[in-house]
């Protein structure tokens, strides 16, 4: 049996009520099948300083780890950097292994929600850091702000918070990136 790691924040997390739930780690469980094992570290609020304060966490024997990190980075409440978000980004895949890596870039949140919006000014930037870092390290990127970007009706896919998801951004959330996994696993 393959493992992947959902490595990332409050996203991952399937934040919902101001608690976490499993609701993202048994979505992606049903997308990927029986023979894919889904552990979830993922960590609400965290930022890539935390991701590497939890490296020792993983498991070294895991297939494959899906870094989705950068989303509370780009927030203006957690002040880390650009060059600072780089750096952590690929200290990540320096550890884990290019090979074993696939970058999600940060979520944007609901662009109707001015109450969120105001805290995510640069978010396109570190967008363009993670795919810069993928793209340097062979390594596949998601991009999440053109995923979502899109959408009709964008506001249904989030919860009044205007950044964590509904189940049906939950379940756009992994049928965007459960592919990139399967197609991962097979090389």
């Not at 894919?36 to 993922?42: C, G, W, Y």
């Not at 609400?44 to 780890?65: C, F, H, I, P, R």
């Not at 896919?157 to 996994?181: E, F, R």
């Amino acid at each position: 049996m393959k493992k992947t790691i959902l490595f990332g924040d409050s996203i991952f997390n399937g934040f919902r009520n101001h608690q976490n739930t499993n609701l993202v780690t048994n979505l992606f469980q049903n997308f990927l099948g029986n023979n894919i094992q889904v552990i979830n570290l993922s960590k609400s609020g965290a930022t890539t300083v935390e991701g590497l304060d939890y490296l020792k966490q993983l498991d070294s024997s895991s297939n494959l780890v899906v870094i989705e990190y950068g989303t509370n980075d780009a927030s203006s409440g957690w002040g880390v950097s650009l060059k600072n978000y780089s750096s952590n980004l690929q200290t990540l895949i320096d550890y884990i292994g290019p090979q074993k890596c696939i970058i999600v870039g940060p979520f944007p949140p609901d662009p109707n929600n001015f109450e969120i919006n105001q805290f995510y000014q640069n978010i396109a930037n570190f967008n363009q850091v993670a795919k810069h870092i993928a793209k340097q390290n062979h390594i596949p990127f998601i991009d999440m702000i053109s995923a979502f970007s899109s959408l009709s009706d964008i506001s249904s896919y989030y919860q009044a918070d205007g950044q964590h998801l509904t189940d049906k951004g939950n379940q756009l959330l992994v049928k965007t990136i459960a592919p990139t996994i399967l197609s991962k696993l097979k090389d």
